[in-house]
C-alpha cells in the first residue's frame, strides 16, 4: 500500500508520515517547504519505503506507480504564514486540492482532506458540532485560510458526489507536540518559547478566549481512523477540554519555571472568542477520544523545545 502526503514535511504531515510507515505503508512525501522542513523527515530518508519529493502541490501532480491513498496536508497554518502567504495559501486549498482530488481520482484512491475548526469562525455556538455551518468573515484577513478550506470541503465533497471518489474530511482542531516550530506564532510554541528564552508572555486580548488542545498522537489515531472508515463528510477530531489562554499561558510559565510577566496585547481582528469540538461523531463512528492528557502533552513538548533551543545555541 502506497500514499502521497502532501505538506508532509510540515509539523502534522511529518508525524503522519512516521504513522504510515509504522503501519506498514510506503509513502510519497510532496512539500515545497515553504512552511515544512527537510529537519522534519530527516530521520526517514534512509527508509526504502519513504521518498521525498519538492513540489508544489498548486502546479499538476504527477506521481507513476500505484497509488492507494492520498492525504492532503499541504497549506500554511498558523496566522503569522497565511497572513504572510494569503495568496499561496488560497492556492493551495483551491488548486491544491483539485490537483490532489485528481491524483486520487486516477489512480482509483482514497482521499483525506484535513481541514480546519476554523471552518466554524468566530462561532456562535460552542461547543462546535460537524452540523454547525460556521460565522465567518470571508474578506477579513483570516479569510484566506478560512475561506481557502471551506472551499476545499466543497471541492472534496463534490468529487466524492460526482466522481464516487472514497474522500474523507478531518476538521483538525488545536493540535500541538513535537516538530512545531519555534517561531510558529500559534499559542503553545510562542508561550514556550518566549519562557525559554526569559522573555515575557504576550497574550492577545485579555485572555479569557478559549481553545481546546490535543496531542498529535491522538489527532493521528483519529485521522488514520477516519481513512480507513466509510464516513465521508466532515468530522471533528480534537480535544474537547476547554481551557482559557491566560490559563494555558499560566501553564506554561509553571512548567518552565518562568519568572517573566504575562503581557497583554490588542485581539487580531476575526480571532475567535470560543474554540472546542463536538466530538460525539467522531466517539461514536470511529470509537476514538483522546487520551494524552495536557500535563504529558506539555512536558513531551517542553522537553523539544528545550532540546531544539540547546542545539541551535550549541558552539557549531
Given at each position: 500500500?502506497?500514499?502521497?502526503?502532501?505538506?508532509?514535511?510540515?509539523?502534522?504531515?511529518?508525524?503522519?508520515?512516521?504513522?504510515?510507515?509504522?503501519?506498514?505503508?510506503?509513502?510519497?512525501?510532496?512539500?515545497?517547504?515553504?512552511?515544512?522542513?527537510?529537519?522534519?523527515?530527516?530521520?526517514?530518508?534512509?527508509?526504502?519505503?519513504?521518498?521525498?519529493?519538492?513540489?508544489?502541490?498548486?502546479?499538476?501532480?504527477?506521481?507513476?506507480?500505484?497509488?492507494?491513498?492520498?492525504?492532503?496536508?499541504?497549506?500554511?497554518?498558523?496566522?503569522?504564514?497565511?497572513?504572510?502567504?494569503?495568496?499561496?495559501?488560497?492556492?493551495?486549498?483551491?488548486?491544491?486540492?483539485?490537483?490532489?482530488?485528481?491524483?486520487?481520482?486516477?489512480?482509483?484512491?482514497?482521499?483525506?482532506?484535513?481541514?480546519?475548526?476554523?471552518?466554524?469562525?468566530?462561532?456562535?455556538?460552542?461547543?462546535?458540532?460537524?452540523?454547525?455551518?460556521?460565522?465567518?468573515?470571508?474578506?477579513?484577513?483570516?479569510?484566506?485560510?478560512?475561506?481557502?478550506?471551506?472551499?476545499?470541503?466543497?471541492?472534496?465533497?463534490?468529487?466524492?458526489?460526482?466522481?464516487?471518489?472514497?474522500?474523507?474530511?478531518?476538521?483538525?482542531?488545536?493540535?500541538?507536540?513535537?516538530?512545531?516550530?519555534?517561531?510558529?506564532?500559534?499559542?503553545?510554541?510562542?508561550?514556550?518559547?518566549?519562557?525559554?528564552?526569559?522573555?515575557?508572555?504576550?497574550?492577545?486580548?485579555?485572555?479569557?478566549?478559549?481553545?481546546?488542545?490535543?496531542?498529535?498522537?491522538?489527532?493521528?489515531?483519529?485521522?488514520?481512523?477516519?481513512?480507513?472508515?466509510?464516513?465521508?463528510?466532515?468530522?471533528?477530531?480534537?480535544?474537547?477540554?476547554?481551557?482559557?489562554?491566560?490559563?494555558?499561558?499560566?501553564?506554561?510559565?509553571?512548567?518552565?519555571?518562568?519568572?517573566?510577566?504575562?503581557?497583554?496585547?490588542?485581539?487580531?481582528?476575526?480571532?475567535?472568542?470560543q474554540r472546542c469540538p463536538d466530538i460525539s461523531k467522531a466517539k461514536?463512528?470511529?470509537?476514538?477520544?483522546?487520551?494524552?492528557?495536557?500535563?504529558?502533552?506539555?512536558?513531551?513538548?517542553?522537553?523539544y523545545f528545550r532540546a531544539q533551543l540547546a542545539q541551535a545555541s550549541?558552539?557549531?
Amino acid at each position: 500500500m502506497r500514499a502521497v502526503i502532501t505538506g508532509g514535511a510540515g509539523f502534522l504531515g511529518s508525524h503522519l508520515c512516521d504513522l504510515m510507515l509504522a503501519r506498514g505503508w510506503e509513502v510519497l512525501c510532496l512539500d515545497n517547504l515553504v512552511t515544512g522542513s527537510e529537519a522534519n523527515i530527516a530521520h526517514l530518508m534512509a527508509n526504502p519505503k519513504f521518498r521525498f519529493a519538492r513540489h508544489d502541490v498548486s502546479r499538476f501532480i504527477d506521481v507513476q506507480g500505484p497509488v492507494e491513498a492520498v492525504l492532503h496536508f499541504a497549506s500554511p497554518a498558523s496566522p503569522p504564514d497565511y497572513l504572510r502567504l494569503p495568496i499561496q495559501t488560497l492556492k493551495v486549498g483551491a488548486l491544491g486540492t483539485h490537483n490532489s482530488l485528481g491524483l486520487a481520482l486516477a489512480k482509483n484512491a482514497k482521499y483525506l482532506l484535513a481541514s480546519t475548526s476554523e471552518c466554524y469562525g468566530d462561532p456562535s455556538v460552542s461547543p462546535q458540532p460537524e452540523s454547525y455551518w460556521g460565522n465567518v468573515n470571508p474578506v477579513g484577513p483570516r479569510g484566506v485560510y478560512d475561506e481557502a478550506k471551506r472551499y476545499a470541503e466543497a471541492m472534496t465533497m463534490a468529487y466524492h458526489r460526482y466522481h464516487g471518489l472514497n474522500a474523507h474530511i478531518v476538521r483538525i482542531f488545536n493540535t500541538y507536540g513535537p516538530r512545531m516550530r519555534l517561531n510558529d506564532g500559534r499559542a503553545l510554541p510562542n508561550f514556550l518559547y518566549q519562557a525559554l528564552m526569559g522573555q515575557p508572555i504576550t497574550v492577545f486580548g485579555d485572555g479569557s478566549q478559549t481553545r481546546s488542545f490535543c496531542y498529535v498522537s491522538d489527532l493521528l489515531e483519529g485521522i488514520y481512523r477516519l481513512l480507513e472508515s466509510n464516513e465521508h463528510e466532515p468530522t471533528n477530531i480534537g480535544n474537547p477540554k476547554e481551557i482559557t489562554i491566560l490559563e494555558f499561558a499560566e501553564r506554561v510559565r509553571q512548567l518552565v519555571g518562568a519568572t517573566a510577566p504575562i503581557v497583554f496585547h490588542a485581539l487580531p481582528q476575526d480571532d475567535p472568542k470560543q474554540r472546542c469540538p463536538d466530538i460525539s461523531k467522531a466517539k461514536r463512528l470511529l470509537g476514538w477520544e483522546p487520551t494524552v492528557t495536557l500535563e504529558d502533552g506539555l512536558q513531551r513538548t517542553y522537553e523539544y523545545f528545550r532540546a531544539q533551543l540547546a542545539q541551535a545555541s550549541a558552539p557549531k
